[in-house]
């Protein structure tokens, strides 16, 4: 990747080797990363992304698994959720069982 890259990963963290990521970052070959899944979660104490995240200089972003939230997410789950308990109740099928 150029030094210019952000690299962006919200996929599953083990497919990323974060300590090369990490060590990437630290040398200025790549400009950026943005995570939001990692390899262990939470990120141990002493994990390299957390010491360049807390270096302030905006090249890290960290989110705890959870980017993908916004207000409408939790209108909408809810409202599902509400949906399904009405469904029940009239014996029609239950949508989105995991």
């Given at each position: 990747m150029r030094p210019?890259?952000?690299?962006?990963?919200t996929a599953r963290g083990k497919l990323v080797d974060q300590e090369a990521l990490a060590a990437a970052l630290a040398a200025g070959r790549i400009g950026a990363v943005a995570l939001d899944v990692f390899a262990d979660e939470p990120l141990p104490v002493d994990d390299p992304l957390l010491r360049l995240h807390d270096g302030a200089d905006e090249r890290v972003?960290?989110?705890?698994?959870?980017?993908?939230?916004?207000?409408?997410?939790?209108?909408?789950?809810?409202?599902?959720?509400?949906?399904?308990?009405?469904?029940?109740?009239?014996?029609?099928?239950?949508?989105?069982?995991?």
């Open positions: 210019t890259a952000l690299f962006v990963s972003t960290l989110t705890p698994h959870n980017a993908w939230q916004s207000p409408w997410t939790w209108v909408r789950d809810v409202r599902e959720l509400w949906l399904n308990v009405r469904r029940s109740s009239r014996g029609e099928p239950i949508r989105h069982l995991v």
